[in-house]
């Protein structure tokens, strides 16, 4: 399974843009990526995916780089709602499409 | 709409009790999963089932066991607890069949083995 490497934290004001790094160095030709957020503790939640081209939704923006070895997710506006852990994801090929978590980047967003 | 929905929300057993974490989706996902998360870590993946009575081992599947009789429930059950077992555990659902999607979480279920 391709692995990912993200900083432990991360700190942002708010109303600025939030950029969080990952890396994938060993991701394959057929694995997404995804990301996913986790505020105090409970249930994760989904935020985007994306193969190689930059995706966008209402939550974020995701960039791709062009070899596929990193990303960053970027909340363009962050507000106090926003502090959680944030999880980069490769989806593995097998095990029922599950989801592989390591320990994410905990982002702070401060007033 | 519920989503997937998780019971008991806290419980705390003694060692060698045993006890069914409840998980029940309104979605009609066929993939569901339970995930355990101890302090300060990542989800890992127990057990996961692609379908009505189909289910698989996870990365961390000992001292578990799992059933999948409908779409909608996906119990997960401890027999003999240990203190090692806890943690916080979450269920999720996926829609079948297409790799692409997102997976919906519960609230979590929050257990204290002493």
């Known amino acids: 399974d391709a692995k990912t490497t993200q900083p432990p934290s991360m700190d942002c004001a708010e109303g600025r843009a939030a950029n969080l790094p990952c890396n994938h160095s060993?991701?394959?030709?057929?694995?997404?990526v995804y990301w996913y957020r986790q505020i105090h503790s409970q249930g994760p939640q989904y935020i985007i995916h994306?193969?190689?081209n930059n995706e966008t939704n209402e939550m974020a923006s995701l960039i791709i780089t062009e070899d596929r070895k990193s990303s960053t997710l970027i909340l363009p506006h962050a507000t106090l709602r926003d502090t959680a852990v944030y999880y980069c994801?490769?989806?593995?090929?097998?095990?029922?499409?599950?989801?592989?978590f390591g320990k994410g980047t905990s982002l702070l967003v401060t007033p | 709409n519920a989503g997937v929905t998780q019971t008991p929300k806290f419980r705390i057993l003694k060692i060698g009790q045993s006890m069914t974490l409840q998980c029940t989706q309104d979605?009609?996902?066929?993939?569901m999963y339970w995930y355990r998360q101890d302090p300060g870590m990542g989800l890992k993946l127990i057990y996961y089932s692609v379908g009505a009575g189909i289910t698989d081992k996870g990365e961390v599947p000992n001292g578990y066991n799992v059933s999948r009789s409908t779409t909608e429930d996906f119990p997960l059950r401890l027999e003999l607890a240990a203190p090692s077992q806890t943690s916080v555990y979450f269920c999720?659902?996926?829609?079948?069949?297409?790799?692409?999607?997102?997976?919906?979480f519960g609230q979590g279920t929050r257990l204290t083995v002493v």
């Open positions: 994306g193969l190689k």
């Open positions: 994801i490769v989806r593995p090929t097998n095990s029922g499409y599950a989801l592989n």
């Open positions: 979605m009609n996902h066929n993939y």
């Open positions: 999720a659902s996926s829609t079948a069949g297409r790799r692409n999607t997102e997976a919906f």
């Open positions: 060993t991701i394959s030709g057929n694995e997404y």
